[in-house]
């Protein structure tokens, strides 16, 4: 079933997410009946600021944490399982607190946040939820007792505050967010690593006999992006392998011209544009010492 490929697909994305910010384990068993949290989330004492680039899920990540992610919309069953975690956890850290004596914080008692790509009014009412204010729609509370939201990505407005969450969405949901995310700066610190994870998640469903219509459309979303980026990265290693011939090019004809030069001269070269290595490559010829090379490189900087 390609459940538990995008069941992995999740767990590693948020795993990559929120790995800056404080311990992320995945798959973490709890006692009882053995049951596993598909991320089990612990804040830096020290909260960094750059959280805030997570939008909602950073808002989420604020605290300790459980986050359950659902492919298919998370049943009753499936909630009332998350809950039983969460107690379990809760009731973990109470009795570590009287072990040593200490007073079991609000703010370090885990939270929940299931994440279900769509639910129906009906289960939502079951569960007693409300909106909060302050928080986006889409965001589900539970009584304040039992420290759990239910996350309808479907319902989830479409702004960059959303993006990381709605790429656990499915069908155009998911894909309207792999296109932002494709949009985003080359410089922005999740874009590659998550677009790398998401094509992984593409070439994994490319294997599965048994595709869902929404795990085709997805193959498909993502084929002339994944062609594209793959046609750069390819041009760039071309761009990179005529940089390295043409530095080495350049260092043996000055090794040949005036002798062996030092490290940082060779360090000042090797930061030069293929321009200026060819503009190199032309000068060095009317080079007698090393007096000579350093005369232009220096007129390079000014």
């Given at each position: 079933?390609?459940?538990?490929?995008?069941?992995?697909?999740a767990?590693?994305?948020?795993?990559?997410?929120?790995?800056?910010?404080?311990?992320?384990?995945?798959?973490?068993?709890?006692?009882?009946?053995?049951?596993?949290?598909?991320?089990?989330?612990?804040?830096?004492?020290?909260?960094?600021?750059?959280?805030?680039?997570?939008?909602?899920?950073?808002?989420?990540?604020?605290c300790?944490?459980?986050?359950?992610?659902?492919?298919?919309p998370?049943?009753?069953d499936?909630?009332?399982?998350?809950?039983?975690?969460?107690?379990?956890?809760?009731?973990?850290?109470?009795?570590?607190?009287k072990?040593?004596k200490?007073?079991?914080?609000?703010?370090?008692?885990?939270?929940?946040w299931?994440l279900?790509?769509?639910?129906?009014?009906t289960?939502?009412?079951?569960?007693?939820?409300?909106q909060?204010?302050?928080?986006?729609?889409?965001?589900?509370?539970?009584?304040?007792?039992?420290?759990?939201?239910?996350?309808?990505i479907?319902?989830?407005?479409?702004?960059?505050?959303?993006l990381?969450?709605?790429?656990l969405?499915?069908?155009s949901?998911?894909?309207?967010?792999?296109?932002?995310?494709?949009?985003?700066?080359?410089?922005?610190?999740y874009?590659?690593a998550?677009?790398?994870?998401?094509?992984?998640?593409?070439?994994?469903?490319?294997?599965?006999?048994?595709?869902?219509?929404?795990?085709?459309?997805?193959?498909?979303?993502?084929?002339p992006?994944?062609?594209?980026?793959?046609?750069q990265a390819?041009?760039?290693?071309?761009?990179?392998?005529?940089?390295?011939?043409?530095?080495?090019?350049?260092?043996r004809?000055?090794?040949?011209?005036?002798g062996?030069?030092?490290?940082?001269?060779?360090?000042?070269?090797?930061?030069?544009?293929?321009?200026?290595l060819?503009?190199?490559g032309e000068?060095?010829?009317?080079?007698?010492?090393?007096?000579?090379?350093?005369?232009?490189?220096?007129?390079?900087?000014?």
């Open positions: 079933m390609t459940r538990f490929i995008h069941d992995k697909f767990k590693d994305y948020l795993e990559e997410l929120l790995k800056d910010y404080g311990e992320v384990k995945a798959s973490e068993k709890v006692s009882g009946e053995i049951k596993e949290i598909d991320v089990l989330f612990t804040p830096d004492k020290q909260q960094s600021s750059n959280i805030q680039i997570l939008g909602l899920l950073g808002r989420f990540a604020e300790p944490a459980i986050i359950e992610p659902y492919r298919n998370a049943s009753t499936e909630i009332c399982d998350c809950i039983l975690k969460l107690l379990e956890i809760k009731a973990l850290l109470r009795r570590e607190a072990a040593n200490t007073k079991l914080q609000d703010s370090e008692i885990t939270k929940l299931v279900t790509p769509t639910i129906s009014e289960r939502l009412s079951s569960f007693g939820t409300m909060k204010a302050g928080w986006l729609s889409g965001v589900h509370f539970l009584p304040d007792a039992l420290r759990t939201a239910i996350v309808a479907h319902q989830l407005p479409q702004t960059p505050e959303t990381w969450l709605r790429l969405g499915r069908g949901v998911q894909s309207q967010a792999i296109i932002e995310l494709q949009g985003l700066p080359l410089d922005h610190p874009q590659k998550t677009l790398e994870l998401v094509y992984n998640l593409r070439e994994n469903l490319r294997v599965n006999q048994e595709l869902e219509a929404d795990d085709r459309e997805l193959i498909m979303r993502l084929e992006l994944y062609q594209r980026d793959r046609e390819k041009e760039e290693g071309r761009q990179e392998g005529r940089q390295e011939g043409k530095e080495d090019l350049i260092l004809l000055l090794n040949r011209r005036i062996e030069i030092d490290a940082s001269l060779i360090g000042q070269i090797k930061s030069l544009s293929i321009e200026q060819e503009n190199l000068a060095l010829l009317d080079f007698f010492s090393v007096a000579d090379l350093e005369t232009w490189l220096n007129q390079q900087s000014i």
